[in-house]
């Protein structure tokens, strides 16, 4: 099972930029589809994007679609979320994991704070 330590979150204004990073353990990082969830107070967990084992193929969620990018480094074991234009609306606790993720763990996530 692959460990996931996730960082870079913090607190900015709406239009602002934050690019969160996940670390990842394990020398079978490259074999998973990677993916970023998030959870919003008071709100189920949901998916926000994923990238494909070689980092050539990117998905999104509706909501953050043309304003959230999706990367990965698979020598250095991370995968990244470039998010742009950020809105309130995107105050979360940010996961990366497995796609799709097991059923028994997740790391601690980051949180994003967007201000209006």
């Known amino acids: 099972q692959v460990q996931l330590v996730e960082s870079g979150g913090g607190l900015v204004q709406a239009g602002g930029s934050l690019r969160l990073s996940c670390a990842a353990s394990?020398?079978?990082?490259?074999?998973?589809?990677m993916g970023w969830f998030r959870r919003a107070p008071g709100k189920e967990r949901e998916f926000a994007a994923a990238i494909s084992r070689s980092g050539t193929s990117t998905y999104y969620g509706d909501s953050v679609k043309d304003r959230f990018t999706i990367s990965r480094d698979n020598a250095k074991n991370t995968v990244y979320l470039q998010m742009n234009n950020l809105k309130p609306e995107d105050t979360a606790v940010y996961y990366c994991n497995t796609v799709p993720p097991p059923n028994n763990y997740w790391g601690q996530g980051t949180q994003v704070t967007v201000s209006s």
């Open positions: 394990g020398r079978t990082f490259s074999s998973y589809v």
